[in-house]
Nanobody, 125 residues
Framework: QVQLVESGGGLVQAGGSLRLSCAASGRTFSYEHMGWFRQAPGKEREFVAVISWDGIIYYTDSAKGRFTISRDKAKNTLLLQMNSLKPEDTAVYYC???????????????????WGQGTQVTVSS
């Protein structure tokens, strides 16, 4: 059974940092892209960042310069370092593993086959 489990969320003040982790089990994703999405209260889930199987990275504009996505294939883990956090970053953050054959950049839900349950990030002003 494939599972993606996020961790690292929490409450932080504006300007602070958090590091999210996503541990994959049940299979490896060595040749698939993996990404992060988030969903704020009352809003649709939105794309944050993605990393391809060979290390190509793409960010949504609001994440550029503040967030860093990375992956450790040996540990089957996806990471998201978030710095200079803002109250508008408050959301549930989801890890996702991609569907083969997706066009680049894969920024929509349908480009992902597996999803985690999410971790809450709250940024206070």
């Amino acid at each position: 059974q494939v599972q993606l489990v996020e961790s690292g969320g929490g409450l932080v003040q504006a300007g602070g940092s958090l590091r999210l982790s996503c541990a994959a089990s049940g299979r490896t994703f060595s040749y698939e892209h993996m990404g992060w999405f988030r969903q704020a209260p009352g809003k649709e889930r939105e794309f944050v960042a993605v990393i391809s199987w060979d290390g190509i990275i793409y960010y949504t504009d609001s994440a550029k310069g503040r967030f860093t996505i990375s992956r450790d294939k040996a540990k089957n883990t996806l990471l998201l370092q978030m710095n200079s956090l803002k109250p508008e970053d408050t959301a549930v953050y989801y890890c996702a593993a991609g569907s083969p054959g997706s066009r680049w950049p894969p920024t929509t839900d349908r480009n992902y086959e597996y999803w985690g349950q999410g971790t809450q990030v709250t940024v206070s002003s």
